[in-house]
């Protein structure tokens, strides 16, 4: 069956860095679109970045310039480096695959950013 396990949260202080992992397994990242999604506190489910099979990448404005998503193919990981951290950043993070008619999520690793 297919999983998604991401890590890399924690605490770090504004203007840290934080690399995301996102671990999966029953299916092969390589050919679809992946995202990173964060949701906050009464906040909806936004998406940060995401990635298609072509590579090709968007980004929302508020992580423009500072993160970066990528996958390594042999590691069927997908990744998102954060740097400059701000407060808003706090959330907890969500990896994502879109396969066909089917999303498939990760359980979440929580970023939490202090001022």
């Known amino acids: 069956q297919v999983k998604l396990v991401e890590s890399g949260g924690g605490l770090v202080q504004a203007g840290g860095s934080l690399r995301l992992s996102c671990a999966a397994s029953?299916?092969?990242?390589?050919?679809?679109?992946l995202g990173w999604y964060r949701q906050a506190p009464g906040k909806q489910r936004e998406l940060v970045s995401s990635i298609a099979s072509g590579r090709s990448t968007t980004y929302a404005d508020s992580g423009k310039g500072r993160f970066t998503i990528s996958r390594d193919n042999a590691k069927n990981t997908v990744y998102l480096q954060m740097n400059s951290l701000k407060p808003e950043d706090t959330a907890v993070y969500y990896c994502?695959?879109?396969?066909?008619?089917?999303?498939?999520w990760g359980q979440g690793t929580q970023v939490t950013v202090s001022s």
């Open positions: 029953g299916i092969d990242v390589s050919f679809y679109r």
């Open positions: 994502n695959v879109h396969y066909y008619l089917t999303n498939y």
